[in-house]
């Protein structure tokens, strides 16, 4: 029995019909709230397309190898793989322009790797290392690369809405005309944190949009039996929010939908709220065989929803891709993409031990402050934050 | 220091009532042009309140980067009166008037800092700001070290703590010492006037998140501060605010008041005491403390909140780790009876750390037995 159907039983859910949901298709989008501003101008080249489709497997391979090295412990901490999801992030990334600002929750490398930043310096930050994009200060959870607008994963469920909503705030209060995209998961929207963040940007009118990525479970908890609404997208409506629901499996699909929201929040200063309807094929963690609150036959029939197959097929269809071949070749050149990665994680350095207290602060005069902490103080104030900090290190 | 409120005093304003009437009526004030102008300045006689409203206004003017956010600051001019007549000057993009949703809109402010502005932040009274507490040490705090350096956070949260006016057991506490604890977070604590603008002054200035903790029942508070819009008081820096030699009280916020009225108290009794006002609790200038112990050989720490696990307790752990051979006697601490603030008036005040219950510490520090019964109901 899947949750959702044990959730009815005990008439926790209003709408059963499984976390696998029939309703994944070509019928899916459904929208809310004010009317749609601008259209979707987005029209890309064969060889962007090809591109997209080649992230997509690269996150798949990326994220595969992941696995392998965090169970040869060169990886540690919590782990989050997201197979299953690369159309969300690839799609709803896509139309994000240079100045835009990304803030995710702590399942991110897929969003991360789709934001541009390298596999390599990704890679490097799961194994720990300086050249890693958050310096070995972040680890998995807490990637990062503010040079291509990306602010961060951030790890506790929903406490970066707010800050997501704070850098739209700044959009709106400069005139510029960017936006954010926020994204996390269906988990995170029973939060107090969502709500106040929703309701700021409502208020304020700010260039945002919130993308859930809903991949039916919070850890080992249904969205059947986490939310009294388990359609995330409805929940915009408290807000005056425009949302809509799409599916999260179908790459384009998310990004029309996601540059049509970018574009209304660049232009129009409205927030609003994209629902891309997934699964992960792993568990919640690397620590977690994603079984023991899912069926067999529940994860074998999203796997028979794989998002990579089915855009290669349609990129085949249109002849984008001439034959199977290709898509081999595209497997084996991201194949050797991510084996570099590993190759320069491996090699890279660990961090210095006396860059330890580096970047608690970062005010010149920060050092000066704490130098007069140290008498007799054992914690090394003097010698850690303060000094390095000056600018020796 | 300048006039201290006393134990019995009860100076602050409350969430509708308007102390701050008199101030409204200023007039003209100098645009920056004219702040810039001026190269000698003097010295005013202020509240606290306004010494905090004029560090504000002089920092909107400054740098216009800078807004404040939060609740009732705008139209209602502050639960506080903080805030008043600086809405009708920078307007509602500056002054943002925030629903009631602390952890949202201290959230805001973290993402707004990390891009590019200098929020700052009104918490309405600091019992209210455990609604932001994720927000404040598991983001706010580390934004900077999570990433290596690549992004800051130059954010300021103002609030005050304080008690003494019957707010009961949710609104009578001082919980700085909570967020002295958390690495990332720098955490100051103006006891006057002058340090209320000078400090804030510098919290806006500052490149990280600095949370200015207010003395509630001090706003009505009168003293000398200076008329620069550049005067800034160091973060990090302990100021002696009495000179003297048997023993030395050290405090912040009201204590750092409480600590001077028992300095006199003693004086009469030929006791000398040195006083020192913390002003930062992070980072902490255990320099001056232990100037002023290697003189006075005795410390007590006197603390408005609880005393444990908390400043006191730290004080007393530096002090030892700094001033062993110094101490002629057991370091003394004196904080909040461990009991929620009670409503009844009796029970309130001897709950306080008032002067009596102070001045008995002190000379128990001395080696002076005192009577409790003297001193207990406060």
């Given at each position: 029995m899947t949750q959702a159907e044990q959730a009815s039983e005990d008439g926790q859910a209003r709408e059963p019909g499984g976390a696998a949901g029939g309703h994944i298709g070509p019928n899916l989008l459904e929208r809310a709230g004010s009317p749609v501003g601008p259209e979707s101008q987005i029209s890309l080249s064969a060889d962007r397309l090809r591109e997209l489709y080649e992230t997509m497997v690269l996150i798949r391979l990326f994220e595969e190898e992941t696995e392998r090295q965090y169970k040869k412990a060169q990886i540690g901490g919590y782990c989050h793989i997201s197979s299953g999801q690369e159309a969300v992030a690839v799609g709803a990334l896509e139309p994000l322009e240079h100045d835009d600002v990304l803030i995710t929750a702590y399942r991110c490398h897929h969003l991360a790797l789709a934001r541009g930043v390298s596999p390599e310096s990704v890679m490097a930050e799961l194994f720990g290392r300086a050249e890693g994009c958050a310096g070995g200060r972040g680890g998995s959870m807490h990637l990062a690369d503010p040079t291509r607008g990306y602010l961060g994963g951030w790890g506790i469920v929903a406490g970066h809405v707010p800050l997501a909503t704070g850098a739209a705030f700044t959009f709106a209060q400069t005139d510029e005309p960017h936006a954010v995209l926020c994204e996390l998961g269906e988990?995170?929207?029973?939060?107090g944190a969502w709500h106040e963040a929703l309701n700021l940007a409502g208020l304020y009118g700010l260039p945002v949009v919130y993308l859930?990525?809903?991949?039916?479970?919070?850890m080992g908890t249904s969205v059947h039996m986490a939310s009294a609404e388990p359609e995330v997208w409805k929940r915009a409506a408290g807000f005056d929010m425009h949302a809509e629901r799409v599916d999260g499996q179908d790459v384009e699909e998310v990004m029309e939908a996601s540059d049509r929201l970018l574009r209304r929040a660049r232009e129009e200063r409205r927030p609003a709220l994209l629902e891309c309807v997934t699964y992960r094929f792993r568990g919640h963690s690397v620590a977690d065989a994603g079984t023991s609150y899912r069926t067999e036959e529940e994860i074998e029939e999203w796997k028979g929803k794989d998002p990579i197959p089915r855009f290669g097929q349609t990129l085949l269809d249109r002849g984008i891709?001439?034959?199977d071949e290709e898509l081999d070749e595209v497997r084996e050149r991201m194949d050797a993409r991510v084996q570099e990665a590993v190759e320069f994680a491996e090699n890279a350095d660990l961090p210095e031990l006396d860059s330890l207290a580096r970047h608690v602060y970062g005010d010149e005069h920060a050092a000066e402050q704490f130098t007069r902490m140290a008498p007799g103080s054992p914690f090394g104030e003097r010698e850690l934050v303060l000094e390095k900090e000056l600018g020796n290190g | 220091m300048d006039e201290a409120a006393t134990d019995t005093e009860t100076t602050s304003g409350g969430e509708d009532q308007t102390h701050a009437v008199d101030e409204l009526e200023r007039g003209e004030e100098p645009g920056r042009e004219e702040l810039d102008e001026q190269h000698e300045y003097e010295t005013e006689e202020i509240t606290y309140r306004e010494a905090l409203r004029r560090a504000l206004r002089e920092e909107l003017l400054r740098d216009e980067r800078v807004f404040l956010i939060g609740e009732e600051i705008g139209i209602f001019e502050?639960?506080?009166?903080?805030?008043?007549?600086l809405l009708d000057e920078f307007g509602t993009k500056r002054i943002r008037e925030a629903p009631i949703s602390e952890e949202g809109f201290t959230g805001l402010a973290n993402g707004a800092a990390m891009t590019g502005l200098r929020p700052i932040v009104e918490i309405m009274t600091i019992n209210f700001i455990l609604m932001a507490m994720d927000q404040v040490v598991n983001h706010t705090a580390k934004v900077r070290y999570m990433f290596s350096g690549q992004v800051g956070c130059p954010m300021v949260i103002r609030t005050p703590n304080g008690a003494g006016n019957q707010l009961t057991a949710q609104h009578s506490q001082n919980l700085e010492g909570w967020f002295a604890h958390v690495p990332g977070l720098k955490v100051v604590t103006p006891a006057t006037p002058a340090d209320a603008k000078g400090l804030l002054k510098a919290a806006i200035r500052d490149e990280d998140p600095v949370l200015v903790v207010e003395n509630l029942p001090s706003y009505n508070l009168k003293g000398e501060v200076s008329q620069d819009p550049d005067y800034v008081t160091p973060i990090g820096e302990a100021k002696v605010t009495r000179e003297g030699d048997d023993i030395t009280l050290i405090g912040h916020s009201m204590a750092a008041h409480r600590s001077l009225q028992v300095a006199e108290q003693l004086e009469e009794e030929e006791i000398s005491v040195e006083v020192i006002d913390l002003r930062s609790l992070r980072p902490l200038d255990m320099e001056t403390v232990a100037r002023s112990l290697a003189k006075t050989n005795r410390a007590l720490c006197v603390d408005e909140g609880w005393a444990t696990y908390g400043v006191s307790a730290e004080l007393c752990a530096r002090i030892q780790d700094a001033c062993f051979d110094d101490l002629d006697a057991p370091i003394g601490r004196v904080g909040m009876a461990e009991v929620p603030m009670a409503y009844a008036k009796n029970l309130e005040n001897a709950t306080l750390p008032h002067v009596k219950k102070v001045r008995a510490a002190a000379l128990a520090v001395l080696g002076e037995e005192t009577d409790p019964e003297e001193w207990r109901a406060g």
């Amino acid at each position: 029995m899947t949750q959702a159907e044990q959730a009815s039983e005990d008439g926790q859910a209003r709408e059963p019909g499984g976390a696998a949901g029939g309703h994944i298709g070509p019928n899916l989008l459904e929208r809310a709230g004010s009317p749609v501003g601008p259209e979707s101008q987005i029209s890309l080249s064969a060889d962007r397309l090809r591109e997209l489709y080649e992230t997509m497997v690269l996150i798949r391979l990326f994220e595969e190898e992941t696995e392998r090295q965090y169970k040869k412990a060169q990886i540690g901490g919590y782990c989050h793989i997201s197979s299953g999801q690369e159309a969300v992030a690839v799609g709803a990334l896509e139309p994000l322009e240079h100045d835009d600002v990304l803030i995710t929750a702590y399942r991110c490398h897929h969003l991360a790797l789709a934001r541009g930043v390298s596999p390599e310096s990704v890679m490097a930050e799961l194994f720990g290392r300086a050249e890693g994009c958050a310096g070995g200060r972040g680890g998995s959870m807490h990637l990062a690369d503010p040079t291509r607008g990306y602010l961060g994963g951030w790890g506790i469920v929903a406490g970066h809405v707010p800050l997501a909503t704070g850098a739209a705030f700044t959009f709106a209060q400069t005139d510029e005309p960017h936006a954010v995209l926020c994204e996390l998961g269906e988990g995170a929207v029973n939060e107090g944190a969502w709500h106040e963040a929703l309701n700021l940007a409502g208020l304020y009118g700010l260039p945002v949009v919130y993308l859930v990525e809903n991949n039916m479970y919070g850890m080992g908890t249904s969205v059947h039996m986490a939310s009294a609404e388990p359609e995330v997208w409805k929940r915009a409506a408290g807000f005056d929010m425009h949302a809509e629901r799409v599916d999260g499996q179908d790459v384009e699909e998310v990004m029309e939908a996601s540059d049509r929201l970018l574009r209304r929040a660049r232009e129009e200063r409205r927030p609003a709220l994209l629902e891309c309807v997934t699964y992960r094929f792993r568990g919640h963690s690397v620590a977690d065989a994603g079984t023991s609150y899912r069926t067999e036959e529940e994860i074998e029939e999203w796997k028979g929803k794989d998002p990579i197959p089915r855009f290669g097929q349609t990129l085949l269809d249109r002849g984008i891709f001439e034959s199977d071949e290709e898509l081999d070749e595209v497997r084996e050149r991201m194949d050797a993409r991510v084996q570099e990665a590993v190759e320069f994680a491996e090699n890279a350095d660990l961090p210095e031990l006396d860059s330890l207290a580096r970047h608690v602060y970062g005010d010149e005069h920060a050092a000066e402050q704490f130098t007069r902490m140290a008498p007799g103080s054992p914690f090394g104030e003097r010698e850690l934050v303060l000094e390095k900090e000056l600018g020796n290190g | 220091m300048d006039e201290a409120a006393t134990d019995t005093e009860t100076t602050s304003g409350g969430e509708d009532q308007t102390h701050a009437v008199d101030e409204l009526e200023r007039g003209e004030e100098p645009g920056r042009e004219e702040l810039d102008e001026q190269h000698e300045y003097e010295t005013e006689e202020i509240t606290y309140r306004e010494a905090l409203r004029r560090a504000l206004r002089e920092e909107l003017l400054r740098d216009e980067r800078v807004f404040l956010i939060g609740e009732e600051i705008g139209i209602f001019e502050g639960s506080y009166k903080v805030t008043a007549g600086l809405l009708d000057e920078f307007g509602t993009k500056r002054i943002r008037e925030a629903p009631i949703s602390e952890e949202g809109f201290t959230g805001l402010a973290n993402g707004a800092a990390m891009t590019g502005l200098r929020p700052i932040v009104e918490i309405m009274t600091i019992n209210f700001i455990l609604m932001a507490m994720d927000q404040v040490v598991n983001h706010t705090a580390k934004v900077r070290y999570m990433f290596s350096g690549q992004v800051g956070c130059p954010m300021v949260i103002r609030t005050p703590n304080g008690a003494g006016n019957q707010l009961t057991a949710q609104h009578s506490q001082n919980l700085e010492g909570w967020f002295a604890h958390v690495p990332g977070l720098k955490v100051v604590t103006p006891a006057t006037p002058a340090d209320a603008k000078g400090l804030l002054k510098a919290a806006i200035r500052d490149e990280d998140p600095v949370l200015v903790v207010e003395n509630l029942p001090s706003y009505n508070l009168k003293g000398e501060v200076s008329q620069d819009p550049d005067y800034v008081t160091p973060i990090g820096e302990a100021k002696v605010t009495r000179e003297g030699d048997d023993i030395t009280l050290i405090g912040h916020s009201m204590a750092a008041h409480r600590s001077l009225q028992v300095a006199e108290q003693l004086e009469e009794e030929e006791i000398s005491v040195e006083v020192i006002d913390l002003r930062s609790l992070r980072p902490l200038d255990m320099e001056t403390v232990a100037r002023s112990l290697a003189k006075t050989n005795r410390a007590l720490c006197v603390d408005e909140g609880w005393a444990t696990y908390g400043v006191s307790a730290e004080l007393c752990a530096r002090i030892q780790d700094a001033c062993f051979d110094d101490l002629d006697a057991p370091i003394g601490r004196v904080g909040m009876a461990e009991v929620p603030m009670a409503y009844a008036k009796n029970l309130e005040n001897a709950t306080l750390p008032h002067v009596k219950k102070v001045r008995a510490a002190a000379l128990a520090v001395l080696g002076e037995e005192t009577d409790p019964e003297e001193w207990r109901a406060g």
